[in-house]
């Protein structure tokens, strides 16, 4: 079983950043793709960003394209998320997600572990 704990989360204005980062533990030796997933009150969780084992993969939601950069630092088993340029509709709970699977993807049902999320509030 893999744990993810995201952390980073918070209150920005509108044009300021921040950076999610995502720790693996437990059976981390199963983890190849990881991602950014985001689930506004109402609304379905979405796909954000997805980076390979690599790192030499990459894809992002065309919502975030330009302003959010996915990495991943395999010694510490981390995951980041840098966030620019944020905007009131970015605001949501941010997930973490991984899957034993090299490919990176979009839909929700094929990731197999989840964090539990981190709250990011941008004020207008």
């Known amino acids: 079983q893999v744990r993810l704990v995201e952390s980073g989360g918070g209150l920005v204005q509108a044009g300021g950043s921040l950076i999610l980062s995502c720790g693996a533990s437990?059976?981390?030796?199963?983890?190849?793709?990881m991602g950014w997933f985001r689930q506004a009150p109402g609304k379905e969780r979405e796909f954000v960003a997805g980076i390979s084992w690599s790192g030499g993969s990459t894809i992002y939601a065309d919502s975030v394209k330009g302003r959010f950069t996915i990495s991943r630092d395999n010694a510490k088993n981390t995951v980041y998320l840098q966030m620019n340029s944020l905007k009131p509709e970015d605001t949501a709970v941010y997930y973490c997600?991984?899957?034993?699977?090299?490919?990176?993807?979009?839909?929700?049902?094929?990731?197999?572990?989840w964090g539990q999320g981190t709250q990011v509030t941008v004020s207008s």
């Open positions: 437990g059976r981390t030796f199963s983890v190849n793709a």
């Open positions: 997600a991984a899957r034993a699977s090299p490919e990176v993807v979009t839909t929700t049902h094929s990731w197999g572990s």
